[in-house]
């Protein structure tokens, strides 16, 4: 066994008051005095024999109590130096060496268990240093870990707030085009409206029911049709934007608790035994704060991802509808437009046709007309020229009428 320290020398002074050592008046009682208490006269200062401490030596061993009062007695006893010789020679020397062999294998035996005790303390501290310094580690280990996956979430997170950011201001600029589109649809709807009230003002046999007519109310049906549509999609769109935004703002929600979540690790990460602002916490350890598990942490911000992603594929789709949908309606109009425009050069052409016939037939009626009142006229000349003829007639028949007798005959002048 190794000694450690200084060994103890005896002192003829004074001994100095300990913490450790028991007082001087207590140190009687490690010695094992079988000889009870005896008063104290002038008849005992005698000799005793050896029988005497061969008796004495026989006798049982008294108890720790008993032995503690003798000492008190003894300590209170006043002993004169003339008979010390007869009153301190109680034991012999072997008592004496078995006695401090006694003591010496007490001591050796408490040293051994206060050196095993000692060593396998400094052991199970060593022990249960090793264990603090892994559970350390592995934790600081852990919230690295913890962090990297906060990272790597994060830029996920990130990656596709950037995408649902682009998503939806592109789906906000086809909207704009679809609401000038169907804010354009109005001028022409309105034009082919009038259209189809200024042609009801024709008159008589010109209010026919032609191919114009038909061409204008079949555009009229395709602006409202389209507009229709138009109005359809820009709902969805309006619906659509609103979806984006929700799953924009669950993302940078979540993005913003990454965010704190990976400040207070890395602050936790970065915490030391020497770092400032460690303490004790009461009852912290029996305390569970948390509200989801790791698969459910991941599956939580993984909804949201896959969530902005379904309404990102959605957002696209109805974009490419909405393209498709002003070129059909505005193919749609144009031809509709062209076949309106057609139908109208024809009606005028037809128009312009029969008017230059009319006009040409008008002027030969004129014609014809005038050509009529010149023969009436001559007429009206030629009977005027009559009536001197018919007056000479009459006028004969008359003078006839006057024939005496026989002679007013039915003759050829007559007839």
Not at 118 to 135: A, P
Not at 378 to 398: F, I, M
Request: proline share 3%; aromatic share 6%; net charge neutral.
């Amino acid at each position: 066994m190794e000694l450690l320290g200084s060994t103890m020398t005896t002192t003829y002074a004074r001994p100095k008051t300990s913490h450790f050592l028991p007082a001087i008046s207590t140190m009687a009682s490690s010695y094992r005095n079988p000889q009870p208490p005896l008063g104290m006269g002038p008849s005992a200062n005698m000799w005793r024999t050896n029988s005497y401490y061969k008796s004495s030596s026989a006798l049982p061993l008294t108890s720790s109590t008993q032995r503690e009062n003798f000492d008190l007695v003894r300590a209170n006893t006043t002993f004169y130096p003339s008979n010390r010789t007869t009153l301190m020679t109680r034991y012999t020397p072997d008592d004496w060496y078995k006695s401090n062999h006694s003591n010496y294998r007490e001591s050796e035996s408490s040293r051994k268990s206060a050196e095993r005790l000692r060593k396998d303390t400094i052991r199970f501290m060593q022990d249960k240093e090793q264990l603090t310094r892994r559970t350390q580690e592995n934790t600081s280990k852990n919230i690295a870990e913890r962090v990297n996956d906060i990272v790597f979430w994060r830029s996920e997170l990130s990656h596709e707030i950037d995408n649902i950011v682009t998503e939806t201001a592109t789906l906000s600029e086809v909207k704009r085009r679809l609401e000038r589109a169907l804010a354009e649809t109005e001028g022409p709807l309105q034009v082919s409206q009038e259209c189809l009230y200024h042609r009801e003002k024709r008159m008589s046999i010109d209010l026919v029911h032609d191919d114009v007519e038909k061409d204008l109310i079949k555009e009229v049906e395709v602006l409202r049709s389209c507009q229709e549509r138009m109005r359809r999609h820009l709902d969805r769109a309006i619906t659509q934007l609103a979806s984006n935004r929700g799953a924009q703002h669950e993302l940078e929600k979540d993005m913003s608790n990454k965010v704190s979540a990976q400040r207070i690790d890395d602050r936790c990460h970065y915490l030391r035994n020497t770092s400032d602002g460690i303490g004790y916490y009461r009852g912290i350890d029996r305390i569970d704060h948390s509200v989801s598990l790791p698969d459910s942490w991941s599956k939580f911000t993984d909804d949201n991802i896959l969530r902005s992603q379904s309404e990102r594929a959605a957002s696209h789709k109805l974009r490419d509808e909405i393209e498709i949908l002003l070129n059909a309606t505005s193919n749609e109009m144009w031809n509709q437009f062209n076949n309106v425009n057609v139908a109208f050069t024809n009606r005028i052409s037809e128009t312009a046709d029969a008017k230059n016939n009319l006009q040409a037939h008008l002027a030969k009626t004129l014609q014809e007309i005038f050509q009529t009142e010149m023969l009436i006229e001559s007429l009206k000349k030629a009977l005027r020229d009559k009536e001197n003829p018919l007056k000479v007639a009459q006028t004969r028949l008359e003078e006839r009428t006057r024939r005496p007798n026989i002679e007013l005959c039915r003759d050829n002048p007559h007839h």
